[in-house]
T-cell receptor, first 120, second 113 residues
Framework: DGGITQSPKYLFRKEGQNVTLSCEQNLNHDAMYWYRQDPGQGLRLIYY???????QKGDIAEGYSVSREKKESFPLTVTSAQKNPTAFYLC???????????????????FGAGSRLTVL | EDQVTQSPEALRLQEGESSSLNCSYTVSGLRGLFWYRQDPGKGPEFLFT???AGEEKEKERLKATLTKKESFLHITAPKPEDSATYLC??????????????FGAGTQVVVTP
C-alpha cells in the first residue's frame, strides 16, 4: 500500500544533541513537507520541498534543517539551536505543489503517522 | 495574515447526539478549505475540500458546508468511532504555485456510548 513512513515514532533528545527524523513516501508525490504540532496550536510549517535538491523555509524553520536528495525521502534534523523542540512532528506529501490541482480536481496533503520528540 | 479559528475547542457528545463544529476564517481570497480528522498519536486523515460558498460535501455521518466566512462540520447521529480531533485548514488564492495551508487548532470530539 502506498503511504508515508515516519521513524522513529518516539525519540528522546538530550540538551545539545542533534536528532534526525526520517520520512519516506512511496506515493510518487513531488512535494514533501514537515509540520510541527503543539497542544492548542494549529500545525505549523517548518520546511517544504517541491522537487529533488530544492527546499524552502516555512514559518518556523529556525533550528531545523532538511535535505531532499531523493524524491522519496525528506529527513528533518532538529539541531541544538532549536530551543523548544519537544513536539509532535508530521511529515506530509502532495501530488505537486498545493497550488496546482490534481487531475482528479483535488490536491491534498497526505500525512505520515508522526514522530514525537521529547527533550530530556 | 490568514487566520483560522475553530470552535469549540472540545466537544463531548452522547452516541446519537448530533452537533456541529465551526471553522471561522479570514483569508484574502479563498482557494480552498480542507477538513481533516486526526486520531490520537496519528497523522491527520483527509476528509473534504470545499472551494466555494454554498458548497456541501458528505461522507457517512459527516457533512461539511461552506460560507464566505466560515465552514461547519455537522456530525449526524455520531458513534464512538467518530471520536477524534477535527482540523480545518484554508488555502489562499496566490500567484505563486506553492499554495501554503493555514491550519486551525482543531476541535477534539469525544462520543460516549
Amino acid at each position: 500500500d502506498g503511504g508515508i513512513t515516519q521513524s522513529p515514532k518516539y525519540l528522546f533528545r538530550k540538551e545539545g544533541q542533534n536528532v534526525t527524523l526520517s520520512c519516506e513516501q512511496n506515493l510518487n508525490h513531488d512535494a514533501m513537507y514537515w509540520y510541527r504540532q503543539d497542544p492548542g496550536q494549529g500545525l505549523r510549517l517548518i520546511y517544504y520541498s517541491q522537487i529533488v535538491n530544492d527546499f524552502q523555509k516555512g514559518d518556523i524553520a529556525e533550528g531545523y534543517s532538511v535535505s531532499r536528495e531523493k524524491k522519496e525521502s525528506f529527513p528533518l534534523t532538529v539541531t541544538s539551536a532549536q530551543k523548544n523542540p519537544t513536539a509532535f512532528y508530521l511529515c506530509a506529501s502532495s501530488f505537486r505543489n498545493l497550488g496546482q490541482l490534481h487531475p482528479s480536481g483535488a490536491n491534498v496533503l497526505t500525512f505520515g503517522a508522526g514522530s514525537r520528540l521529547t527533550v530530556l | 495574515e490568514d487566520q483560522v479559528t475553530q470552535s469549540p475547542e472540545a466537544l463531548r457528545l452522547q452516541e446519537g447526539e448530533s452537533s456541529s463544529l465551526n471553522c471561522s476564517y479570514t483569508v484574502s481570497g479563498l482557494r480552498g478549505l480542507f477538513w481533516y480528522r486526526q486520531d490520537p498519536g496519528k497523522g491527520p486523515e483527509f476528509l473534504f475540500t470545499l472551494y466555494s460558498a454554498g458548497e456541501e460535501k458528505e461522507k457517512e455521518r459527516l457533512k461539511a458546508t461552506l460560507t464566505k466566512k466560515e465552514s461547519f462540520l455537522h456530525i449526524t447521529a455520531p458513534k464512538p468511532e467518530d471520536s477524534a480531533t477535527y482540523l480545518c485548514a484554508v488555502q489562499r488564492m496566490t500567484t505563486d504555485s506553492w499554495g501554503k495551508l493555514q491550519f486551525g487548532a482543531g476541535t477534539q470530539v469525544v462520543v460516549t456510548p
